[in-house]
C-alpha cells in the first residue's frame, strides 16, 4: 500500500467519486477497476478538458496507489502537463486546477525544503486552490486541499515556514471540518485530514484522527482507490492505536509515493 500526503492527497485525486469531471465512459470504468494508466490514456486520446484533468487525475492516483516509486516523476510530469493542457482549453476548469494542485503538492513532498522554496510550490498550489474556491465555492475537494494545504505548511516549515506563507492550523482544521461537512459520503477526506493530523505528531490531534481514520475505513468505496484508502486507513488506526501518533506518523511517511 501506498500514501500520498500532501494535500493530502490528496485524496483530491481530487476525488468527490469518479464522476468529478465527466470523462469519457471507458476511462470512467477503467478507473473504478483500478486500471489508472489504461484510464488515462483513454482519456487522454479525447482532447477534452474534463478528459484531460480526469487523464491527469488518473496518472495521480497511479503515483499513489502503484507500486513503482521509479515511476512517480515521469507521471507527475505527465499528469501536470495534461493537466495545463486542460486549462489552456478551458480556463475556468475547476477540476484541472485542483489535479494541477495537488501535483504541486506532490512535488514539493518529494523535494528538499530548499528545492520546495526555490520552485514555490506552496504560493502556486495555493493560489490554483482559491482560484477554484472561488469558481466553486461548495467544492468539497478545494476546502480539503486548503486545509491539507495549511497543515503541510506548518508540519514542513514549522513557525518561519507558517509565518512566511500565512498557514494556521486553526485554518487547516477549518478548512477540512468545512470538506467532511460538504461531503459527508466521500471516505477520502477524513482519511487525508486524519493523515494530515497525525503528521504534525502531537498528542493532542489523537482522538480526532482516530475518529476520522473509523469514519474513512467504514464508509462505502466507489472504486478502486477509495479500496485503497480503506486498507490505508486501516493499518493507520492500528498503528496509532497500538504504538501512538509517532508510529502512525512514520507509517504514513513510509506509505508516502
Do not use: K
Amino acid at each position: 500500500m501506498r500514501l500520498c500526503a500532501l494535500f493530502a492527497l490528496i485524496f483530491a485525486l481530487a476525488s468527490g467519486g469518479p464522476l468529478a469531471a465527466e470523462p469519457s465512459g471507458a476511462a470512467v470504468r477503467l478507473y473504478v477497476a483500478g486500471q489508472y494508466l489504461a484510464a488515462a490514456d483513454v482519456a487522454d486520446d479525447q482532447d477534452a478538458p474534463d478528459d484531460l484533468a480526469f487523464a491527469a487525475r488518473a496518472l495521480l492516483a497511479a503515483c499513489i496507489a502503484g507500486g513503482d516509486r521509479r515511476q512517480t516523476g515521469r507521471l507527475l510530469d505527465r499528469a501536470e502537463r495534461l493537466a495545463r493542457d486542460a486549462l489552456s482549453l478551458d480556463p475556468g476548469a475547476i477540476d484541472a486546477r485542483l489535479q494541477l494542485a495537488l501535483v504541486y503538492g506532490m512535488r514539493g513532498r518529494r523535494a528538499s525544503l530548499a528545492e520546495a522554496l526555490a520552485r514555490n510550490y506552496a504560493p502556486r498550489g495555493r493560489r490554483l486552490i482559491e482560484e477554484a474556491r472561488a469558481l466553486a465555492p461548495e467544492d468539497a475537494r478545494a476546502y480539503a486541499l486548503l486545509g491539507a494545504w495549511h497543515l503541510e505548511v506548518l508540519r514542513r516549515g514549522g513557525r518561519a515556514g507558517a509565518f512566511a506563507y500565512g498557514a494556521r492550523f486553526a485554518d487547516g482544521q477549518a478548512a477540512f471540518e468545512r470538506a467532511v461537512a460538504l461531503a459527508p459520503a466521500d471516505p477520502m477526506i477524513p482519511l487525508h485530514y486524519a493523515v494530515a493530523l497525525i503528521e504534525l505528531d502531537d498528542p493532542v490531534h489523537v482522538a480526532r484522527a482516530a475518529e476520522l481514520l473509523a469514519q474513512a475505513a467504514t464508509l462505502p468505496a466507489r472504486d478502486a482507490f477509495e479500496e485503497h484508502a480503506h486498507q490505508v486507513a486501516d493499518s493507520l488506526a492500528q498503528a496509532l492505536a497500538q504504538q501512538g501518533p509517532g508510529a502512525a506518523s512514520a507509517l504514513a511517511e513510509r506509505l508516502s509515493p
